[in-house]
């Protein structure tokens, strides 16, 4: 069994900086790629960006320039560091990881249960 768990939400003012913090554990044989997802009301969930075991990055236009995702592969971790925060980027945002739990798995899609990002104007 696999578990993700964000930390780092809250409320913030415009301009302002948050740090995502997301920890996957369980069994876990290798992680493909860990990223994170936001979803505002009344709107479908989209990618905010994205990072490969091997370091690859993949970033949202909207976040690109203010937000970098970093990974810690021993850790099983993953961070998104978010600058110069807007209403717009309000939302839950979501830890995505495709991971295999054994050897012989195929790679599963796993997400955690969100944390609430609030940028008030």
């Known amino acids: 069994q696999v578990q993700l768990e964000e930390s780092g939400g809250g409320l913030v003012q415009a301009g302002g900086s948050l740090r995502l913090s997301c920890a996957a554990s369980?069994?876990?044989?290798?992680?493909?790629?860990m990223g994170w997802y936001r979803q505002a009301p009344g709107k479908q969930r989209e990618l905010v960006a994205l990072?490969?075991?091997?370091?690859?990055?993949t970033y949202a236009d909207s976040a690109k320039g203010r937000f970098t995702i970093s990974r810690d592969n021993a850790k099983n971790q993953v961070y998104l560091q978010m600058i110069t925060l807007k209403p717009e980027d309000t939302a839950v945002y979501y830890c995505?990881?495709?991971?295999?739990?054994?050897?012989?798995?195929?790679?599963?899609?796993?997400w955690g249960q969100g944390t609430q990002v609030t940028v008030s104007s």
């Open positions: 990072i490969t075991s091997g370091g690859s990055t």
């Open positions: 369980g069994t876990i044989f290798s992680i493909n790629a």
């Open positions: 995505n990881a495709i991971l295999r739990s054994r050897s012989w798995d195929t790679p599963w899609n796993y």
